[in-house]
């Protein structure tokens, strides 16, 4: 295994006043270093979503993140609607001086500009895991950030990251057993 990783990416606190904000959180009844650590292994998530097409690195840094190309399908009930995006992806591990959370910034695709945070609380009973999505829209005039607003931030984020973080927690929950 190589040690000569690039730095991670410095990514900043999460943006506040954005046209779309979107919020997925459950208890999760597992420990915080088990659903953390199922969260930041990213490549793995299409073993375990279904509705993941793949992830793949582009570059690999010391702290587990990089550059990631991640896809999933978002359902219309028969129909699969295919979604992609390239994101620089930062992890805080658990133990660390920063709170443990999993960034994400995209830098490619349709929603390049989208902040995302994933926040691990210990909290009896398990962990509390939280997944904020900002956006000021796609870089339409007029259009742009209604867009973002009304049907990506509700329709295709909601609906592809309530599927990542409840497969994830079945994940975690089983193997907690």
């Known amino acids: 295994m190589s040690t000569n990783l690039p730095a991670p990416l410095d990514l900043q606190p999460m943006p506040v006043g954005r046209t779309m904000t979107t919020v997925d959180e459950r208890l999760v009844r597992a420990p915080l270093p088990r659903i953390f650590a199922l969260a930041a292994d990213v490549e793995r998530w ?12 582009l570059e690999r840094h010391a702290d587990g993140g990089g550059t990631v190309d991640m896809s999933a399908y978002r359902p219309f009930g028969i129909v699969q609607w295919p979604t992609w995006w390239r994101s620089s992806m930062r992890v805080h591990p658990p133990g660390g001086l920063s709170a443990p959370a999993v960034r994400f910034t995209h830098i490619g695709g349709v929603t390049r500009g989208m902040e995302v945070e994933w926040r ?47 497969g994830l927690a079945a994940a975690a929950e089983r193997d907690a057993g």
Request: charged fraction near 10%; avoid cysteine; aromatic fraction near 10%.
């Open 46 to 57: 299409p073993a375990l979503l279904p509705h993941y097409r793949y992830v793949r690195y």
């Open 120 to 166: 691990f609380q210990a909290v009896a009973g398990g962990t509390h895991v939280r997944i904020v999505h900002v956006w000021d829209g796609p870089n339409v005039p007029v259009v742009g950030p209604a867009v973002a607003a009304l049907v990506i931030g509700p329709v295709f984020v909601h609906g592809i990251a309530s599927r990542t973080l409840a």
